[in-house]
C-alpha cells in the first residue's frame, strides 16, 4: 500500500511502532519507535543490547510485522508490499554470507539472478564494483580463498549491485581489526554518498557512529529512541567529547549530562 501522507524526502519511517514476538503479552521487543530517516542520509544505531536495533532491521526488511504503529521504507509498507523493495533495499551483515561454492563475481551477481537481470552489461558492473571495493582481480576467487576483510567487500559490492536506495548495515564492520574496518568504512561511505543512497547502521562502536553518521540515534529498552544528535553538534568547537559522554550515559541507561542535544523536534537535556 502506497504512503498518501509519507513525505518525499522521508526514507523511512517508524511512527510509533511496537513489537511483541509473544501473543501472550510477554515483553515487548520494541514498545514506541519513533523516528525518520531522510532520503541520502546516513543514519546511524547505538544502544546497549536488547533495546531492538536488530528488531527495528527486521522490520524495515519486511521480516516481521509492526505489532501496532506503522513502518514505512520509500513509501510502502515493507511487510504488506515485500515485493516491490526487491532490489531497492541492500544488506549488509556482521558475517559476509557468502555461498562457498560460488566466486566473488557470482556472489555479487546473487540479487541480479534473484531479480532475473544478471547480463553482459551487469557482469560487468559487478566487476567494476568488485574493483571500487579493492578487489580487482579477485573476480574468480572462492570465499575460502579470501581473507574475512576480503570477503565483507565481496558482501558490500553484492549489497550495492542492484543500485539501492536504502543501505542497511548491521554491525557490518564490528568483527574485523581496525585497520581493515577502517578501510572498509571509506570505501562503504564513498561509494554511498556518490550514489546518494540512504544509510541505516548499527553499531557498538562510538567513533564509528561519530565518523560516518549525518546523525545518531541512540535506542533504549524497550524500543524507544532516548537521545538524537546531528553531526553540527559533536562538530562544534570543543563539544566531540561531551557529545560521546552523553551518548555512553544513554546506552548505559542514564539519564544524558548537562549537554543540551537538539536534533529536529527531539531535545535530550
Request: net charge neutral; with cysteine.
Amino acid at each position: 500500500m502506497e504512503s498518501a501522507t509519507m513525505p518525499h524526502d522521508v526514507a523511512i519511517a517508524f511512527d510509533h511502532v511496537a513489537k511483541r514476538f509473544s501473543r501472550t503479552g510477554g515483553p515487548a521487543a520494541i514498545s514506541d519507535l519513533d523516528f525518520r530517516v531522510r532520503t541520502g542520509e546516513h543514519v546511524c544505531v547505538v544502544g546497549r543490547t536488547g533495546c531492538g536495533k536488530s528488531t527495528s532491521v527486521n522490520l524495515i526488511l519486511g521480516l516481521t510485522p509492526a505489532s501496532a504503529g506503522r513502518v514505512d521504507v520509500l513509501g510502502v509498507d515493507p511487510y504488506r508490499d515485500f515485493k516491490r523493495l526487491r532490489g531497492r533495499i541492500g544488506c549488509v551483515f556482521q558475517s559476509d554470507r557468502l555461498l562457498p561454492w560460488r566466486t566473488a563475481l557470482d556472489n555479487v551477481l546473487m540479487p541480479l539472478e534473484v531479480l532475473h537481470a544478471r547480463n553482459a552489461r551487469t557482469e560487468s558492473e559487478a566487476a567494476d564494483l568488485l574493483a571500487k571495493v579493492g578487489l580487482a582481480g579477485y573476480e574468480h576467487a572462492h570465499p575460502h580463498e579470501l581473507s574475512g576483510g576480503m570477503r565483507q567487500r565481496v558482501a558490500i559490492a553484492r549489497a550495492l549491485i542492484t543500485r539501492p536506495d536504502v543501505l542497511i548495515a548491521d554491525e557490518a564492520f564490528g568483527h574485523l581489526d581496525e585497520v581493515t574496518a577502517a578501510a572498509l568504512r571509506a570505501d562503504f561511505q564513498r561509494i554511498a554518498k556518490a550514489q546518494g543512497q540512504t544509510v541505516y547502521q548499527i553499531t557498538h562502536s562510538l567513533d564509528e557512529a561519530l565518523l560516518l553518521a549525518d546523525r545518531i540515534l541512540v535506542f533504549d529498552r524497550p524500543g524507544r529512541v532516548a537521545g538524537e544528535f546531528a553531526r553540527a553538534q559533536w562538530e562544534a568547537g570543543g563539544a566531540r567529547q561531551p557529545v560521546r559522554e552523553t551518548l555512553r550515559s544513554l546506552i548505559a541507561g542514564g539519564e544524558a549530562p548537562s549537554l543540551q542535544a537538539v536534533a529536529g523536534d527531539r531535545q535530550v537535556a
